[in-house]
């Protein structure tokens, strides 16, 4: 077996072998490297493990970030949930790891973090506070709607009877996604991704990503960002504003992502990242979501210790606080160069 770099013209094997192999996730598709690249400035690597004849047996990819405030780290692969190594066996694997840990050695990196589906056995260090909520679709949305309780039926309904209505599209519903979207990362003290980033991922999937937005009149108030690959729909970015709460929008955004998907045939819808127990977890297994354990590994330079950026670090507390404060406007401005280091 080789162990090699990928360049340019490897990136056709590479999406062949994500396609075959049973492990892999929409994430290692290679192009979303160069929309980490195009949208953020970061350097995109991918290691590839092959047979003599050059027949791909596995693949690793993974960005390397590097800021003054956040350290610097190796991710497979930020901003999304999944990525980490995708090997057809044990022995692969293992070689691909080694050979991402003498590079991230190499960039001198404080760690590596290998964002994982399936828990691998190199007893690695690993987080599990986070799942993913996965509901395994009929095939049309009217066996959907059927096996829905009475009680989620009527919740739905709400939004509907209030007159809201939705559209699906892709570059035209960006403008509405965007300005809900920041609105509610504003709410919750986040700092908002750049526009370009879903732009670069919508002209780059053309076939496999929309937008679903819920309006009340022509005011957008709730919408979704929508990726597929390998059998499954997910739902990355979700927002709404919650002044129309009332209204129930979330309900609609949601029966109509999850109709989509049965129209379209996924097998699998993806509600993303939830912790056990909180809101949003609640939220979507009444939808009939179960949980599927993620698990993010780490590989730590000596004495070092597992990164904890999120909002929830109380050395970010009033951080959090005064982005809570700022105008959206300026939210709009200053996030992009914040989150852009943020995994």
Known sequence: MNIKMAEIQDHERINNYV????????????????????????????????????FVRGILPFVHMKSRF??????????????????????????????????????????????QEKRLGNGFPVKTSKVSMRLDLPRSAEDLWKSFSSKLRSQIRVPQKAGLTTRIGRLEELESFYHVFSINMRHLGTPVYPKRFFQNILEIFPESTWICS???????????????????????????????????????????????????????????????????????????????????????????????????????????ELWKKLPVTVTRVLGPHIIKNIP
């Open 70 to 115: 956040f350290g610097n780290n190796v991710v497979s692969l930020p901003y999304f949930n999944y990525g980490g190594v995708c090997a057809d066996d044990d022995i692969m694997e293992g070689l691909l790891i080694e050979r991402s840990v003498e590079i991230t050695n190499e960039l001198g990196a404080n760690h590596m973090e290998l964002r």
């Open 214 to 320: 819920v309006y009340s009149g022509k005011t957008p108030v709730a919408s979704g960002f929508l990726a597929g690959g390998k059998k499954m729909l997910e739902i990355p970015w979700a927002s709404s504003i919650r002044r129309h709460n009332k209204l129930s929008p979330n309900m609609l955004l949601y029966w109509t992502c999850l109709s989509i998907a049965c129209e379209r045939g996924y097998s699998i819808f993806d509600f993303g990242r939830s912790t056990v127990g909180e809101s949003t977890y609640r939220f979507k297994e009444q939808w009939g979501a179960k949980p599927f354990q993620l698990h993010w590994h780490y590989w730590l330079r000596q004495g070092g210790e597992m990164p904890d950026i999120t909002p929830r670090n109380p050395k970010y507390k009033l951080a959090v």
């Open 19 to 54: 396609e075959r192999a049973a492990s892999s996730s929409l994430y290692h598709d290679s192009n979303w490297g160069t929309v980490i690249e195009k949208s953020f400035g970061h350097k995109y690597y991918c290691l590839i493990c092959e047979e003599e004849n050059g």
